[in-house]
């Protein structure tokens, strides 16, 4: 089993930055070592992709309405994902929820763990 806890959402200025971090844990991550992945779901939305790294980092994809603002990588030592957001706009509000699957994917099925999510609020 996996376990995914995130942290680092507030409210933020139109502009500014955030650092989201997904923490695993587990007595089985170290044997999965998955792909990560960042969703969001804003009210009366789907849950959209954000960002994805496979196992060693090498590998990472971004939603067109994120990319050159918002950098995703990870730090397997600690077991820690993160997503660095810059530039942020009202648009980007919603609750942020970090994901782990088998491999690197956009869509919400091929994910296998969930955390709990974390609300970014931009306002004007």
């Known amino acids: 089993q996996v376990q995914l806890v995130e942290s680092g959402g507030g409210l933020v200025q139109a502009g500014g930055s955030l650092r989201l971090s997904c923490a695993a844990s587990?007595?089985?991550?170290?044997?999965?070592?998955?792909?990560m992945g960042w969703f969001r779901q804003a009210p009366g939305k789907e849950r959209d992709f954000v960002a994805a790294?496979?196992?060693?980092?090498?590998?990472?994809h971004y939603a067109d309405s994120v990319k050159g603002r918002f950098t995703i990588s990870r730090d397997n030592a600690k077991n820690t994902v993160y997503l660095q957001m810059d530039s942020l706009k009202p648009e980007d509000t919603a609750v942020y929820y970090c994901?782990?699957?088998?491999?690197?994917?956009?869509?919400?099925?091929?994910?296998?763990?969930w955390g709990q999510g974390t609300q970014v609020t931009v306002s004007s």
């Open positions: 587990g007595r089985t991550f170290s044997s999965y070592v998955p792909a």
């Open positions: 994901a782990a699957g088998r491999r690197l994917a956009t869509m919400t099925y091929a994910y296998d763990y």
């Open positions: 790294i496979n196992w060693s980092g090498g590998d990472t």
